[in-house]
């Protein structure tokens, strides 16, 4: 069997080499357009910003590693240029040479990832704007970043000489390679700027949790502008750039990176004729099959199933690539593997805090028109309290009203949160519940954890609220409630809730007669715990009475500005 794998990054590599260990017999080459193979570009942005600083460490493997150790043939600057898929044949160029070779194929496997969006902006091809894709983009970054003069590449756009070194950068795009981009470049000594088209950052983030990563980000210096896109790039006459924006906004610049986004490439998979998604991706099924049966493709190009929704998604990230790479390796080999869907678990460090989530968004739940769902928000501690060095974790969780399935976590905190995410990730893998995450046994020292864990304790706050031992509300959906806070003075002279009041948790028992019992009592406090205890007893008492899920903690960034 003769197998030739287009791309040598992530999918592309891990097919290659499970490919190997499966068939010693199969005559595998592997071509890549770029100079290297198997380099984590997911490092990149780190790269950029000095925390890995040899280049080399971001080449996993060589072309001398696969022909040494997987017998693969792997040829670098190598592309594609034309597909026969009835002759089952594909052009390749050599790119240094300008050389054109035909070979032959079994089996094609494409794996062309994705290519950054550059728009057709006024000035966008200006010395100084870079996207972040390939190895080679990184080197050319850090170079201009390191220069001692910025303007010489600009001078025949303006003749002048500015002798310092960039001080300001723009950053084009809030999702994950642009505030990875932002905090290596506040790390580089930089005043950075961040624009975004969208009214948040981290599109898949819910916009209340999108807020507070915002908030996080506006603490450590960085300007952002939401809800506001980019129209055009100029040079200015001191030699920097500017970077214009629908509003009419002009931010000045010495480096702009462009992090709007990626596409799909699907070129290769139009010469051969093969079927494109409702997405702009390639279609394929289970086993990451073309619509042509000798065809397979994998990673950031193809559209695959969301493991939640059943909808048809682009999800660009690495782990599911390299999954599907396995796969497509194991049906070649004769083993019936498929792919079970992907489900966005990504992670993104933002200086000292990190961003994790998994599953659904309520904005994609609604926008699917499903509403069979509840969500919470808690605020729990990433470990014991009286231990030093204890942060919170602030967390939401989405699950089934009907049955109590576990649809989707978001977690932002700056000690523990990729512990918990993997945990709701295999959770929603595994198809659990609410009542599965109250029974988990997990890790527990003080160091590390609680005897009830944040996700013991997500699905217990779940669970009280399907079994009706909670009910809750939540902030955008006050109606004309009679609303009870339950917090001490002194917490409200901080910060009142207008029209609320104030009859402290020790004193509920007593001053019930205060309490109206033909309206809904909505409760409230710092995190929603007191307002649970509260709740409790006024359920008991005869009253309706709802907690407002995480209490003044949760106000703070579901409530519009």
Known sequence: MKVIIVGGVAGGASCAARLRRLDEKAEITMVERGPYVSYANCGLPY????????????????????????????RTNCEVVSIEAGKKTVDLKNTNTGEITTESYDKLVLSPGAA?????????????????????DARNIREWLERDIVQSAMNEYSGANTLSKPKKAVVVGGGFIGLE???????????????EKLDQVMPPLDPEMAKLVKRYMARRGVKIKLGDGVAGFRNTEEGSLEVLTESGKAHKADIVILAIGVRPETALAKLAGLELGQRGGIRVDEQMRTSNP??????????????????????????PANRQGRIVADVLAGRNSRYRGTQGT??????????????????????????????????????????????????????????????????????????????????????????DLEESELTYAPPYGSAKDPVNFAGMVAADILSGLMPIAHW???????????????????????????????????????????????????????AYFATRILLQNGFRAKNISGGMMSRSHSIQD
């Open 47 to 74: 790269h950029v910003g000095g925390t890995i600083e040899n280049e080399a460490s971001l080449l996993v493997a060589t072309e001398q590693t696969f022909k040494a150790v997987f017998n693969v043939d792997c």
């Open 116 to 136: 950054p969006i550059r728009p057709p902006l006024p000035g966008i091809d200006l010395p100084g704007i870079f996207s972040v894709r390939t190895v080679p």
């Open 181 to 195: 981009m932002v905090e290596n470049l506040i790390h580089r000594g930089l005043t950075v700027t961040l624009v």
């Open 294 to 319: 000798d065809i397979f493709a994998v990673g950031d190009a193809v559209e695959v199933k969301d493991f939640v929704t059943g909808e048809w998604s682009l999800i660009p990230l690495a782990g």
């Open 476 to 530: 955008n959906d006050l109606g004309d409630s009679f609303l009870l806070d339950v917090r001490n003075p002194q917490e409200i002279e901080v910060e009142a809730v207008p029209g609320a009041v104030n009859i402290p948790l020790p004193q509920i028992r007593s001053r019930l007669g205060e309490l109206p019992v033909d309206r809904e009592i909505l409760v409230i406090c710092r995190s929603a715990q007191r």
């Open 346 to 435: 990504s992670i993104c460090q933002i200086f000292d805090a990190t961003i994790a989530q998994t599953g659904a968004s309520e904005k994609v739940l609604k926008r699917i028109g499903d509403t069979n769902f509840e969500k919470i928000y808690i605020y729990p501690n990433s470990h014991a309290g009286y231990y030093p060095g204890a942060k919170v974790l602030a967390t939401k969780v989405i699950f089934r009203k009907s049955d109590g399935r576990l649809l989707g976590a978001q977690v932002l905190g700056e000690d523990g949160v990729a512990k918990r995410m993997d945990s709701f990730s295999m959770a929603i893998q595994m198809g659990c519940t609410i009542y």
